[in-house]
């Protein structure tokens, strides 16, 4: 790893003030208080019955409170409104007891985008904000999108028809954002998007994304510098945190800590599958994910992106479908081929990983994997415990090369190595890393092709019967010698 990137790396686990690249937290007089002045819908003519729409009242208070500093104040009730439009330098608070419910009229939710967007498909929403500069949502209320109530044919319900279904909160090409105490549930699209922002500050939010519908992410970061995402609790349908990159714009200084996380269909932590531009400086930390169907970590380049400098430590997987999968692909032709190099992850623990897959059977292995006519560089776990499935009889062939395949952490099937699996790859180092499975398999736990792998001080601990690592993991990896 270059010297500049690992200086990096130090600073931000030493200390998130000492790393000036990220936003400094706002410090409020409590977690209750909403800044002065106040305005109530209320004082417009807004219900909060659940049955009235308070529209108009709610946008006349937004309006008015937009540039002051001041606070939207939602106290108690249930306001059922159509798509808002938030201003910059204002506060909308949603007070304990509060929901602000969306229409469940899919007709209410008309298309609206920023000029010249990165995306069409990401237009429409119940909360919409663009150059909103000090835009804060806060509050421990909920706001409510509706999704098993929303008119939407079953149709729409499916895969495809992203650009017809709308997110709870859309914010665009904003600096100085804050998110934080509230409660998103019910979306009918990705939850929450943050696109092109600047110093955002996304913590201890609250998804309930249930499999009402698909591509119901919990968080979108797309083409943000400066970002935090802390101390959130997420179960969505589809990827519960995602970084992506829609424009040369790409992705820096982000960091994802101290998040709970159970994903009912897809990945946990995913950076791509859109990875457009450059993305670096990545610190993903002391996070849990209870379930994920599929990837528990995944970090994808298959767009053109340069991914560089990033650092996974202290995550703690308990049944995902395959704990990490690093893939460099190409399938976009327009674009040169991007490129993976210097991913350090560390102290990473992954538990009962079920390997269920939706056609083929069960597929666990974790993978870091290039392709022919481009290669992972510099990829170094150390100090980690896996627990693979298990279970083949036979050893399989090497995958297929799938250069252009959308990059899901089960793509390749089953490999010759019951744990991992390395293709295209230099400069890969396992150390301190210990596997296990939960069922005899007759594969090796390490399969290499066309790749340099150096192993130190990693142990193959067989089968553990416990699901747990108590018997495999009662060894601290570092300790364990070949």
């Known amino acids: 790893m270059k010297p500049s990137s690992l200086i990096f790396l130090l600073a931000a686990i030493s200390s998130l003030s000492a790393a000036s690249c990220y936003p400094k937290p706002p410090t409020p007089e409590s977690k209750h208080d909403a800044p002065k002045p106040h305005f109530d819908p209320r004082s417009y003519g807004a219900k909060a019955d659940g049955i009235t729409f308070d529209t108009d009242a709610l946008q006349k208070a937004i309006d008015a409170c937009a540039g002051t500093g001041g606070s ?13 439009e938030l201003r910059g330098n204002m506060t909308l608070y949603l007070d304990k007891g509060s929901v602000l419910l969306g229409s469940a009229s899919l007709a209410d939710y008309p298309v609206k985008l920023p000029d010249k967007p990165t995306s069409k498909d990401l237009c429409r929403s119940l909360l919409y904000a663009c150059h909103a500069d000090g835009l804060t949502i806060d509050g421990e209320g909920v706001i409510d999108g509706r999704c098993k109530e929303m008119d939407m044919p079953p149709e729409l319900r499916k895969w495809g028809t992203e650009a017809k279904r709308p997110s709870l909160l859309r914010v665009f090409r904003s600096k100085n954002v804050t998110v934080r105490n509230i409660t998103l549930r019910n979306p009918c699209m990705w939850t929450q998007i943050y696109s092109e922002c600047d110093n955002l500050l ?72 859109a990875t457009a531009g450059p993305v670096s400086n990545i610190v993903i930390r002391n996070n849990r994910v209870d379930y994920a169907k599929l990837g528990g ?10 991914v560089r400098d990033v650092l996974v430590q202290d995550l703690e997987l308990h049944e995902v479908g395959q704990p990490i999968c690093i893939r460099l692909g190409h399938r976009s032709t327009g674009r040169p081929v991007g490129s993976i190099d210097g991913v350090r992850i560390e102290r990473v623990r992954a538990y009962k990983t079920h390997g269920k897959n939706y056609k083929t059977g069960i597929i666990g292995e974790s993978s870091i994997t290039g392709i022919p006519s481009a290669r992972v560089r510099n990829v170094v776990v150390k100090d980690c415990y896996f627990e693979a499935p298990g279970g083949l009889q036979n050893v399989p062939a090497l995958p297929v090369e799938k250069p252009a395949l959308y990059p899901q952490s089960d793509m390749l099937g089953n490999t010759p190595g019951y744990a991992f699996f390395v293709r295209h790859a230099d400069g890969v180092v396992l150390e301190n890393v210990t596997v296990s499975k939960l069922a005899p398999d007759v594969r090796p736990w390490l399969s290499e ?15 553990v019967t416990s699901g747990n690592g108590t018997t495999a993991d009662s060894a601290n990896a570092s300790t364990i010698k070949n």
Not at 72 to 84: E, M, R
Not at 237 to 243: V, Y
Not at 297 to 306: E, F, K, M, P, Q
Request: aromatic residues 2%; charged residues 20%; negative net charge.
């Open 72 to 84: 939207v104040v939602l106290a108690g009730g249930s306001f059922l409104t159509q798509p808002l």
């Open 202 to 273: 996304v913590d201890n939010v609250t998804v309930d994304a249930p499999p009402d519908c698909t591509n119901l992410d919990g968080i979108d970061i797309c083409d943000s510098k400066d970002v935090i995402v802390r101390n959130c609790n997420i179960r969505s349908e589809d990827d519960s945190i995602c970084l992506k990159s829609l424009s040369s714009r790409g992705l820096q200084n982000i960091l994802i800590e101290n998040n709970r996380i159970t994903c009912y269909r897809a990945n946990a932590i995913k950076l791509g599958t």
């Open 297 to 306: 970590l995944t970090i994808a380049s298959v767009d053109g992106s340069v």
């Open 449 to 463: 092709a066309n790749a340099k792998v150096e192993q130190i001080n990693c142990r193959d601990a067989g089968v």
